[in-house]
Structures are given as C-alpha cells and as structure tokens.
C-alpha cells in the first residue's frame, strides 16, 4: 500500500508542483484528488470557497511588523506622544495574537488582500449494505490531508532560537516602554534630570537599556522577519501531500467489498489553504455542521499531517497556540491502532524496529483538526517528527519526493486503517 500512497504523491508533484492557496497549481492538485475519490467513493464533493492567500501568514506579519518597528523607534518619544509608540507596539502584538493564536479574519479587508477561491475535495464511503450515511452508521471518521503546499521558511532550518530571542525582544521592549511610560509623570531624580529633552523627546537610562538590548534583539527579529516571509513556495510531498496519499489509500482500501466497515462511515479527501490558517477545514466543518452532515454525536475527524517521513509518532492531545483540546478517546484509540501494527510486524519480522509513538501535547503550530475541536467534534492527528522538536523538513525546500520513506508512510496508512477497524469492532460489539 506505501506504493500506491507513493503513486499518488508521485503525480501531484509531478503534476502541479508547489501549490500554494488559491493558485491555479492547488485546483488541479484538487481536481487529480476529486477524479480519484470519484473512482472510490459513493459520494463525492468538490466544494469551493472564498480565501485570502496572502493575509496568512505573510500578510499580517507584514502589517504587525510595520506598526512594531515604527513603534521601536519612537519609544524615544516623551509624553504624551510615547502612547502613539505604545498603541502601535501594541496593535502589532495584538494583530499578530488575533490572526496567528485565534485564527481570525478581522484585518482580512478585500482592499488589503486579494481575495481568492480555494478547493475542499472529499468523498464518502458508507457502510457495507447501505446506501446513505445514516441508515446503519453509527460513527463517522473524516479523514483528510491539506492540498496546499506552504512558502519556505528558511528560519525553522534554525531551530527555535531566533523565534525565542525575537519574541523574547518584543516583550521586554514592551516593558520598557511601559515602564518609560510610567516613569516619565514621576518625580524620580533620574528622570527628572534625563539625559536628553526637548518638546518631543525624553531620552532616559531606560532608553539606553533598549538601545543595548535593541543590538542583539533587533537583529534577531529582522533575521526572524526575513526567514518568515522571504521564503519561495515548497514542494510540501510531506507537508502535507502524505496526508493526502494516506486518505485515498485509505479510499482505494475500504470501497473494496470485503473491507467495507459495517457501522463506520469514512469521509476522506482534502482540505484546501491549510497553509494560510486552515481556512478549509474551516469552511467544511461551517457548512457541513451546518447541514447536519457531520456532528459531534457521531462524527471524528483523525488528521494524517506530514506523516511520510521521520523516527518517531507524535498523537496530538492539545494544540496550544490554537486552543484547540483533542478528544482522549480518539488519541487513545489511535495509539492502540499503533500497537496492533507493531504487534503484527513483530510476529511477521523477527528484526523489526518499531517507531516509537506516544501522545503529546503540541506547543507550536497546529493542524486542521484544531477547526473540528473547536466546534466540539472529537478529533486528533498524528504526525512524524525527526527528533523532538519539529518534522522532517518543514517548510523547507527539501520537502520533496526523495526525503519521504516507504516504512513512514507505510506506519502512517496501518495507524488510521486499524483505527477504522477498531472503531468499527466496537461499535458492532456494542449492539451485540
């Protein structure tokens, strides 16, 4: 089954090459998707709608990044017009926290962004016997990787230094511009006597402090600036075209008749623009949830996210810059399903090396299924890392074919599969 998934991603990439969020490149990543789920699936849906491929991330970073630095440099100002270097530093903070940490589409305006049209392609298989969703499902698993391919973003090849120091930087500015602030109506003797002042500024000890600490952090937070914006789009065969190849694998699997679940329906597929703020796994979850397709009584969403290459399993329990808490059940679930494959492989293959898998929480970035856990849905996804701290070339331009590797993809597919089959066995347990 790992070359077939390989096939798959294979001709994409072949096909479309990067794919960024609303570009002709994405719709025909979409349409190859949408033709194969029509060969598998009973239904299938090819669902469009609106995007702003540039706010996230570029967008919005540009914009906090301009208010910030001007605000950097008018922390010299004296009172009153130090509030102008405080409201700015502020907004820029506050725009960063809305658009990155709540996913908002508030400063999203037409006129500052173009507009565009992004692409969800899902396809669903029913249960054995039955010719809609609800006649005999008891549960429903959606399971989809993201179309999209991401811009490179050379300073994750850093490791989280410069995000840690130009982070680190805005925030102590911030102290010291509230504490300027502060200090600047006091009658202390060191600031009643500045270093320098006229009708506009007030240079104090406090500024000399951000002077020296601005020559190590500002630095850091234009190289950060750079590594996050400057980048050319990415291949993305592991983020996250592999989730993509495991969900219509799965399809290729379970349409066969004698794998047909008997109370579980699969919806599979793929969401379009993950990269600029998961806006299509939101879209869906707006109109199906709004429909009654989908439900938190008896749907799941289990998300595959750069699963084809790496050295160890990572199950999501909480997405912490999103918000977003992953329901116990599924990772717990999800982690068995893990187990039965390593149990297997060891009975087939006395020299088998097992990846090891556990359930962890996630302190930075997020998936689309944080847009499911939001709405109440239980939810997860799992992913594969290169050692602790973030996937194999993320967001790099060496995410291309030649870093994925067979055994990954091959964890990644039995992992969701058993799952499937567990979810069903249980279920049919249950009404015995």
Not at 3 to 26: D, F
Request: charged share 20%.
């Amino acid at each position: 089954m790992d070359k077939t998934i390989l096939k798959h991603i294979e001709n994409i990439v072949n096909s479309c090459g990067p794919r960024i969020a609303g570009s002709e490149e994405e719709y025909r990543a979409s349409q190859y998707i949408y033709k194969h789920l029509q060969e598998n699936c009973d239904d299938t849906y090819f669902d469009e709608f609106d995007v702003y491929p540039r706010f996230y991330p570029h967008g919005f970073l540009k914009m906090a990044s301009i208010l910030i630095i001007v605000a950097l440099f008018t922390i010299f100002f004296s009172f009153p017009y130090l509030f102008l270097s405080l409201g700015m530093l502020l907004l820029g903070l506050f725009i960063i926290y809305l658009s990155l940490f709540r996913m908002n589409l508030i400063f999203a305006f037409d006129f500052i962004f173009k507009k565009s049209k992004s692409w969800n392609v899902t396809g669903r298989i029913y249960p054995r016997d039955s010719n809609d969703s609800r006649s005999i499902t008891k549960k429903q698993v959606i399971v989809c990787g993201h179309t999209d391919s991401a811009f490179e973003m050379s300073v994750m090849d850093k490791g989280f230094t410069f995000l840690l120091l130009g982070v680190g930087y805005l925030l102590i500015s911030l102290f010291l511009l509230i504490l300027k602030l502060f200090f600047s109506q006091s009658n202390l003797i060191w600031v009643q006597n500045p270093l320098y002042s006229n009708s506009f500024l007030l240079f104090t000890y406090i500024d000399l402090i951000f002077i020296g600490i601005s020559l190590i952090g500002l630095p850091c937070f234009l190289y950060l600036l750079n590594g996050l914006l400057s980048g050319d789009p990415v291949i993305g065969a592991n983020d996250n075209l592999s989730g993509v190849g495991i969900s219509l694998a799965l399809t290729d699997y379970f349409s066969k008749s004698e794998n047909r679940l008997k109370n579980v329906e699969l919806w599979a597929g793929s969401f379009g623009s993950e990269e600029c703020g998961e806006r299509g796994a939101h879209a869906f979850v707006k109109k199906y949830l709004k429909s009654d397709e989908i439900h938190p009584n008896f749907s799941q969403a289990v998300i595959p996210e750069s699963v084809g290459a790496g050295d160890r399993v990572f199950i999501i329990s909480k997405e912490f810059m999103h918000n977003a808490n992953h329901h116990p059940e599924v990772c717990d679930r999800l982690l068995q399903a893990n187990k039965i494959y390593n149990h297997q492989q060891s009975e087939e293959k006395t020299n088998f090396q097992a990846l090891p898998c556990s359930i962890v929480a996630l302190p930075f970035a997020g998936s689309d299924a944080g847009r499911f856990a939001h709405v109440g849905i239980p939810s997860s996804f799992y992913i594969l890392y290169e050692g602790k701290t973030k996937p194999r070339n993320y967001h790099s331009r060496k995410d291309d074919l030649s870093n994925l590797d067979s055994t990954s993809l091959k964890v990644s597919f039995e992992m969701i599969k058993n799952y499937l089959i567990l979810l069903d066995q249980e279920l049919e347990e249950n009404q015995v």
